[in-house]
């Protein structure tokens, strides 16, 4: 479909943004419904930041993604917030009112983690005890997600203080609550009766393909499922090592999709085409396998 006077606009701010999946995404996406949107990347310095989110309502941009480094930042510009922001803390999408040029600051990352576990039948209930690899934004956003579906979580990070800071906020949202952080010279003692391991630091993701967040003298515990909020590779090493140990391993390339689905559906009002999406993402990867990108 043509560029022309009725097509409308939403694109991703962040810096960088030349590798970001999500125009490719969203623009077949839009390809496939004969929707006559286009989704634009556009990089954005930290002193610009402003302007730039300031400038949409003008521009007539129906909604963004915020990436990183700006997803925290971008907060105190929104006219309002949903309850998930106030939860994780992050701003990933902008839902921009056609009249007004109000700004609604929504999160999605945490909505796309729980349908992508549950998309992978990966059961999370009160009987749940995950352990949570990291402690920034992701980490957040799945520690809150699990604990508010009745989960017990354990924080375990390289800086313990970022994961004692993840557990006093979550205590103070929610006070029926079963989280705790543990130091990672304890990680075996905090893993062993672990149903659900999930990565949330960067580590493994290309190019640095041959490592894995989690310890090769620590053994996974028996029975396990392993979620990997990286995606690139497709199977990164703690998928590998987890499978070759006889566990469940998922990537989060669903992970992606699903955050753009919502995304997608809150500013057209239409049901997103996710297996079209996750096709083009897995494409993406597949094709482009030399290619840095980032995480939206
Ligand atoms: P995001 O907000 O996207 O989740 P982030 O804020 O950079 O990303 O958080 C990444 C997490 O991965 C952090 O908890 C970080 O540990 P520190 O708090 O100690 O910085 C963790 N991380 C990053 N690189 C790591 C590495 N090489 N080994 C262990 N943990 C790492």
Known sequence: MAIDGQTQLVGVIGWPTAHSLSPAMHNAAFSYM??????????????????AIHGLGALGFRGINVTVPHKVDVIPMMDTITEAVTIVGAVNTIRIDRNTGKLEGMNTDMGGFLTDLAANRIHVGKDTRVLILGAGGAARAAAAGLVRSGASVIV???????AESIVRFIQSSWAQTSIEFAYMQNLFEASQSATLIVNTTPVGQWPDVDSSPWPENVPFPKGATV????????????????EAAGLRAVGGIGMLVYQGASAFEVWTGKKPPIDVMKMICMQQLGEGAEVPFSDT
């Open 34 to 51: 004969g929707l006559n949107w286009r989704y634009v990347p556009m990089p954005v310095r930290r002193e610009h930041l402003p302007d």
């Open 156 to 162: 375990v990070n390289r800086t313990p203080e970022k």
């Open 227 to 242: 979620y990997d909020v990286v995606y690139r590779p497709l199977k990164t090493k703690l998928v590998r090592d987890a």
